[in-house]
């Protein structure tokens, strides 16, 4: 396989790592934690826009109804699952999106059976960088920045910011923390379910998003998980890079040049290529 295609097909696959990447940033930057259930999330959206488009022959009335089910679902995860472990410790957080992982999953395959089922693409698919790779860089790109101009010039982001880093100062500056925390959540998961539709095709079935996330987990802790474009800029990285290793030593050796990446980036910024480092008083 040529340079060149393998390059505009790491695009295409960084642009899905990128998406999904962006639900765990606006989830972080939100909630200073990390949504370990996303990736159920997003295959729960995407198995819907499924069968919308199995029943009515359309697509995007399917991602329509993705986008909207996955702000509904994040909504709902945060009031009923996340909001009554603020004062249980760190971990439990971490615990429950796991489980709710396990579960969400679960019940997919219960529902729409484990067998691989037919998902479309947006546009045509064919080529080296089709219409649907193109839809896929153009949508995780405004979405990026649609997220920077948010938490960065709104009043609604910094209120975000201020619920997730300091609860009780802001609480007693007029800021709704609960309300702040539904909304991230909101947002966080109808990104994430995007991401699910880009992701699922050309087949679908329950573990769909598995490596995926494993993937957009490290673009996000390689650009950062507080940043972003560092997210979108790591996710593009790690799609070509990935598309390199696969195409000339080989796709047994993809997860571990993930992993290698990973480490060396950790060992020189520990916060990631564009995270902030914070100062912390000892």
């Not at 729960?44 to 069968?51: E, H, I, K, N, T």
């Not at 709902?76 to 957080?93: A, C, F, H, N, V």
């Not at 087949?203 to 940043?227: E, K, Q, R, S």
Request: hydrophobic content about 60%; aromatic content about 8%.
């Amino acid at each position: 396989m040529d340079l060149t295609t393998l390059l505009l097909s790491g695009l295409a696959l960084g642009a899905i790592y990128a998406a999904l990447g962006l639900s765990l940033v606006i989830i972080f930057r939100a909630t200073q934690m990390v949504n370990f259930a996303q990736p159920a999330l997003a295959l729960v959206c995407a198995y819907l826009a499924f069968a919308v488009n199995r029943a009515t022959g359309g697509y995007w009335l399917g991602f329509i109804v993705a986008i909207v089910a996955g702000g509904m679902l994040g909504a709902l995860t945060e009031r009923l699952l996340i909001r009554p472990l603020k004062d249980r410790g760190p971990l439990s957080p971490v615990i429950v999106t796991l489980g709710l992982l396990l579960v969400l999953q679960a019940v997919a395959g219960m529902i729409w059976t484990a067998e691989p089922q037919s998902f479309p693409y947006a546009f045509d698919f064919r080529g080296a960088f089709s219409p649907a790779s193109l839809f896929a860089v153009v949508v995780v790109l405004v979405t990026a920045g649609a997220i920077l101009l948010l938490f960065k010039f709104t009043t609604i982001g910094l209120r975000m910011r201020a619920a997730a880093f300091r609860p009780e100062v802001a609480a007693l500056v007029g800021v709704r923390v609960g309300r702040m925390l539904t909304i991230g959540w909101t947002l966080a998961a109808a990104v994430g379910a995007l991401a699910g539709l880009l992701a699922a095709p050309p087949f679908i079935h329950p573990t769909v998003m598995d490596t995926v996330f494993v993937y957009a987990l490290t673009a996000a802790v390689i650009g950062g998980l507080d940043n972003a474009i560092g997210t979108v800029i790591g996710g593009f990285l790690l799609g070509i890079v990935l598309s390199l290793v696969s195409g000339y030593l080989g796709a047994e050796l993809v997860t571990l040049a993930a992993l290698a990446i990973l480490v060396v980036v950790l060992s020189v910024r520990p916060d990631g290529l564009f995270g902030q480092r914070v100062a912390r008083r000892v």
